[in-house]
């Protein structure tokens, strides 16, 4: 499928596919993570002491054991807290240890200090922990018997579904569950924590979130904001397990250095990261449509309910993406949209790639594919139907789609990767195989860009240019692979006309730029490289007036390009003229600083623009299953995914490879496992299975939309985050072709996610038993 991408013009920097920043650090194994700091005199390691029952209230607590096991300098409890108990990113109901009472098995209830990570880890066993067990809430069907609410249920509508349903020439109704996900990342959680002068404290964290934790740990001290130093550099992946995850163990490690005065790391062991940290949200989906013999849906009721866990965490904005992307690319003009999140006794779901727009996602994807099962039409004519267009162009919370790129997306695709002769060799193939069945499904993608909560979309940068021309900038961005700071240094490099290589970005601290919002929600370039580019507008603004009255002619001619400034005839080069301004006392440095505009929404009446734009997208996929054994394999995949205009392109496919591929480990064999009593079965690789190099699709083309988007973001660029990861719905339904086409006349066959080999198996075992 042929690349289209405009390119960029000779000399820029933007829009070419530079290499990422840390790339020749990576794989020289010379990029320095948290636990490559040199260990500092008087370390103490950490581990937690946990909770074995998942609802109870703690009786006693007897740790005499553990303060005499060899090596263990310190051992703390709730009491020994001297601010708020609390590491919450928003409800104030996250405890760093337990107190009164355990709300899920595995919550830390008091911290070890030792001399070693192993003396740590296993003195914390030691603890004697007295409880007064409860029944704990675990399923839906528990919590919902039990109204175990984190909040009322949600209610998005338009027009009466009901008397849609109703009124509808065809009508169906069906059931969805799909499962959790675990981060799974390269780099596990951890915290080095390091004494001040004066109290205050240093924290590397390996964070999305910087400003939160820093205001977490200075709350959890009782001190002020301006005593706590936040730093990132990079992490190993992060996925969104590290937005409000990493605060737990910041703030035990800085909580050691407040008692004991030594620097203090928690490096989380994968078992106990695993268990302590929360996960993607489950969902259990009910849905009733109601449609005509085209499969175009007129009526729409879509029943979205959460396991959110025992706290609030993130899981009010999480469940309202859901329902934000319960229409995806589809015009829906009667709907109602009722969101349940259910309180339960296990580690709180929180956030992940797409933050509960996958999981709306894949709901309306299902109700197409139900639709086309029972009318017996093919898939992809079911969505085309049903795509936004002209006079059917507002979303079921009021937002208009200004820029709807879907179909004529689809349709490239739909040629390029050649949709309707494969469907028809598949059916020949099908038919001729007894054994092995084939399926291709193509799934579109439309994903709101925007913090849903307002104030979050906002961010700051500070850039130095020094003497000699070399360039450095810092922002409120964390790196976590995704290549952010590349991005943000090509924006500064163009603006002033210079090569990558004189931008040097320097870690992620609070002391630098306050007051940032995670590096979340597919933001990250869009908001720091416009705070970073305000900068850079900033100080070149002073150098082009320098300029002028140096040289002559006006400040808006001059022209900054190939390593040269160019005024009133003059022509010199960028470091010769930097060192001028220097000697002229211009000032070289500037903050930046940049707010998305045209936000605003009503969350009462769930109404309103949460998002800025849209990114699409769209994936063809053909896998085969062996209906002996469940198994599949992915055979193909091509994908057409809009990033407008590419700040990076190279960047930009590794970022959609890697979702489309954690994609579909979440609705292919990355599946979680709780037992009666809410302890996780499925905590390491022995028992998770994540996908590997053997699980990529023989096949994998990626391609870029070639089109710039409508809104003026940084360089008309779009996020490449989340989207991407959206497009593995393909995989789903197109596993639901390939059982489908064992007993075609029975429908669409009830599959849910993740579709492991037994449950492939058994929806065969129902498809082939509708027959009989």
Known sequence: MADTLTRPPAGAVVGMGQRHDSAHLHVTGQARYIDDEPELPGLLHLAFGTSTKARAQIVAIDLAAVRAAPGVVAVYTAADIPGANDVSPVAG????????????????????????????RQAARLGKITYAAQEPILTVEQARTQHSLIEPPQRMARGDAAAALTAAPHRLAGQLAMGGQDHFYLEGQIALARPLEDGQVHVLSSTQHPSEVQHLVAHLLGRSSADVTVEVRRMGGAFGGKESQAALYAAAAALVVHHTGRPAKFRADRDDDMVQTGKRHDFVVDYEVGFD?????????????????????????????????????????????VSERLKTNMVSATAFRGFGGPQGMLAI????DAVAGHLGRDPLAVRVANLYGPGRDVTPYGMVVADNIAPDLIARLRAEAGYDERQAAIARFNAESPILKKGLALTPVKFGISFTTTHLNQAGALLHVYADGSIQINHGGTEMGQGLYTKVAQVVAQAFGVGLDTVRITATRTDKVPNTSATAASS?????????????QTIRGRLAEFCARTFGGAAQDVVFADGQVSAGGETIPWPVLCRRAHMARISLSSTGFYATPDLHYDRAAHQGQPFYYFAYGAALVEVVIDTLTGEHRVLAADILHDCGRSLNPAIDKGQIEGGFIQGQGWLTSEELVWNDEGALLTHAPSTYKIPTANDRPDRLTVALWDGANHRPTIHRSKAVGEPPFMLANAVFSALGAAIAACNPATGWPTLDAPATPERILTALARQRGAAS
């Open 293 to 337: 013999g085209e499969g175009q849906i007129e009526g729409l009721q879509l029943r979205l309910a959460s396991r959110c866990g025992a706290t609030v965490d993130l899981s009010p904005a999480i469940n309202d993406r859901a329902m934000f992307h319960a229409d995806n690319c589809y015009f829906l003009p009667a709907v109602e949209i």
């Open 93 to 120: 109901d996250d405890r760093l240890l337990a107190q009164d009472e355990v709300v899920w098995l595995g919550q830390p209830v008091f911290l070890v200090a030792a001399t070693s990570r192993r003396a740590a």
């Open 524 to 536: 990250g370039a869009d908001l720091n490289g416009m705070a970073a580019l305000d900068a850079a």
């Open 365 to 368: 994807e299902r109700v197409m």
